[in-house]
C-alpha cells in the first residue's frame, strides 16, 4: 500500500560500492560515479544519495545496508561489486542476511541482460530483498562493478532506432517503491520508462 505522506518526499538513494582495492585505495571506484550519472539522466522527481565505499567484508557490509536503510531511511539501496563465484565475493550473502522479503524477479533479470554479452553472467549471483522495519521499507539490488554494465543492467537493451530489445530492471523499480510505501518516482523516457498499472499512475509534476 502506498504512503500519502511520502507524496511529495525526496527519493533517497545509497550507493554502496564493495571493493577491497577501491575502499584501500588501489584504484579509484568507477561504480558510484556511474551511478550518480546514471540517475542524473534518468530521474526527473526529486532524489539526493548517501554513498558509501567499503571493503569486501561481510559484517562490514551487512552493517553498511542496515544503518542506510534503517537510520538514514534510504528508499533505494543499490551495491555494486562482490557478486562473483571468488570467496572474497559475498555481497549476496550479506544482502540475504538483512533483507525481509526475497525479490528474485531482478536477478533473473539481470543475468538475462549480460547474457546478451558475456556467457560468463551466469556465474553472477545479483539478487534483490525488501528490507522492512517497524515505520519503513527499502528495496535493496546488486549491481554490477563496471560502468557499462550498470548502465545495460538498469536500463535495459535498446536496437538502432532507440527500440527497447530487453527491458532494463529500474522500469519495475518505481512502482515496487509506491507499494513499499516510498516516493512516487519519475523517470525520463528517453532513459528509462518507468511501468506501472494505469491505476497507479498519477499526473506528471510540473
Known sequence: MTNPKNDSKELLIGLVSISDRAS???YVDQG???LREWFSAA????????????PDEQAA???TLIELVDQLHCDLVLTTGGTGPARRDVT????LAVGTKPMPGFGEQMRQISLRFVPTAILSRQLA??????DHAALIMNLPGQ????RETL?????ADGKQVVPGIFAAVPYCIDLIGGPYIETSEAVCQAFRPKSAVRPKSE
Open 24 to 26: 584501500s585505495g588501489v
Open 32 to 34: 558510484i560515479p556511474a
Open 43 to 54: 530521474l526527473t522527481s526529486p532524489w539526493k544519495i548517501e554513498t558509501r565505499l567499503i
Open 61 to 63: 557490509i551487512e552493517q
Open 92 to 95: 549476496p550473502e550479506a544482502t
Open 129 to 134: 530483498v525488501i528490507r522492512e522495519t517497524q
Open 147 to 150: 560502468p557499462k554494465s550498470i
Open 155 to 159: 536500463e535495459g537493451l535498446k536496437d
